[in-house]
């Protein structure tokens, strides 16, 4: 039996030890500063570029951000994704989610360019795709943050983890809520990540089914009463028929299609989510929990922009390479030799 002295002193201990743990932990391997001294214009340099590319292309915004998500979803935020077919290696641009679909890529050369101009051999890639997700964001009117730093970037690329861990968008609640799992993101970051489809596009290829798909309809007849849904089905239609025109376009949010808003969680209320992933948020909850979300979301966007900003952080922090695994690369689309 231990006397009360005993207890307390266990219970002490296992205080100090968690307290220590749990330190290590919350702050990550990543530093806020990490470049201050070693290139104090990084910041700077990203900001501009992004709103030079954004202001000639608007897309180009909505195009950053999922780069970053598309990459930190495979292998950890490594810039693996920016890497192109070269020696052994098979891009991940190639795969399934990417191909003719992920774009932005020049935008990062360029901010690469910069740098080795103003701090050779010093910034990764993987922390530029960080930072120009933020700032594009901020650029059409969404949340700012900040950006832990201190990632390196892969020496490889994995084309089959591109495929596998990034979902699709006729995914299952149960299979978005296991992927984002698996990335250490819970069902609350789901529904904040998701309203990143507030802005940019989608082509005919990744909504057809749901404009089409029987199987599907029934999920959406709840808002037919209200000639809701089906007259939103309608003008889907005439963008993308039945065959053919794949890479047509369609705004993922109608509503406000450029803007970083919450406009995407008042679409998902009146089932006007593009993608079926979008729509299962709603359909498939079971528990009442999301609409719960969804519901604040659409009702209070600066709740949103607080938990998307939290959000972001966390999978910024996804697996990063640090210490002196990876290399900082030159180029971000090859290694280095
Ligand atoms: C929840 C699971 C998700 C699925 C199934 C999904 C799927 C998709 C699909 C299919 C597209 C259109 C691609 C095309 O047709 O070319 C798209 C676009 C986009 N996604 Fe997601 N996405 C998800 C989560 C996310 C997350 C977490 C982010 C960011 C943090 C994100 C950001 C974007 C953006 C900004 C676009 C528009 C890109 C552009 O216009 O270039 N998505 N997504
Ligand atoms: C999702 O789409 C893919 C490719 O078009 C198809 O093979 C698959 O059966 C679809 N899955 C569901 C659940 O509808």
Redesign the pocket.
């Known amino acids: 039996m231990m006397d009360q002295k005993g207890k307390i002193s266990l219970i002490l201990i296992a205080i100090i030890l968690h307290g220590t743990g749990s330190f290590s932990d919350d702050d990550g391997p990543l530093v806020l500063e990490y470049y201050k001294e070693k290139c104090p214009l990084l910041e700077e340099i990203v900001r501009y570029s992004v709103e030079v590319a954004v202001f000639k292309d608007p897309?180009m915004a909505?195009?950053l951000?999922?780069l970053?998500?598309h990459d930190c979803f495979v292998m950890g935020c490594d810039a693996s994704v920016l890497l192109d077919n070269f020696g052994g290696i098979t891009s991940e641009k190639q795969a399934g989610?990417n191909l003719?679909?992920l774009?932005?890529f020049e935008v990062i050369d360029q901010i690469k360019y910069l740098l080795e101009e103003a701090c050779p051999r010093t910034v990764s890639c993987a922390d530029i795709l960080a930072l120009a997700a933020r700032d594009a964001v901020a650029s059409r009117g969404g949340p700012s943050w900040d950006v832990w730093l201190g990632r390196r970037d892969s020496l490889q690329a994995s084309f089959s983890g591109a495929n596998q861990f990034i979902?699709?968008?006729n995914?299952s609640l149960e299979t978005?809520i296991s992927?984002?799992k698996q990335q250490g993101l819970d069902v609350g970051d789901?529904v904040a990540?998701?309203g990143?489809?507030t802005?940019?596009?989608?082509?005919c290829?990744?909504f057809r089914q749901r404009v089409y798909d029987v199987n599907f309809k029934g999920q959406y007849e709840l808002y037919d009463k209200y000639r809701k849904y089906t007259s939103f089905r309608r003008i889907l239609q005439t963008i993308c028929p039945r065959s053919g025109r794949n890479n047509d376009l369609s705004p993922?949010d109608f509503m406000t299609p450029a803007r970083f808003d919450n406009h995407y969680y008042v679409n998902l209320l009146q089932g006007k989510g593009l993608?079926i992933?979008d729509n299962v948020l709603m359909t498939q909850d079971h528990d009442g929990e999301i609409l719960k979300q969804v519901w604040s979301y659409a009702t209070d966007e600066k709740l949103f922009f607080a938990s998307f900003a939290n959000s972001?952080v966390k999978?910024g922090n996804i697996n990063p390479i640090t210490g002196n695994q990876g290399e900082i690369r030159k180029s971000c689309r090859f290694v280095n030799t």
């Open positions: 897309r909505a195009s951000l999922r970053h998500f989610p003719n679909s774009r932005g979902p699709a968008p995914s978005l992927h984002f789901l990540l998701s990143s489809h802005f940019g596009k989608a082509r290829l990744s993922l993608l992933s972001m999978m």
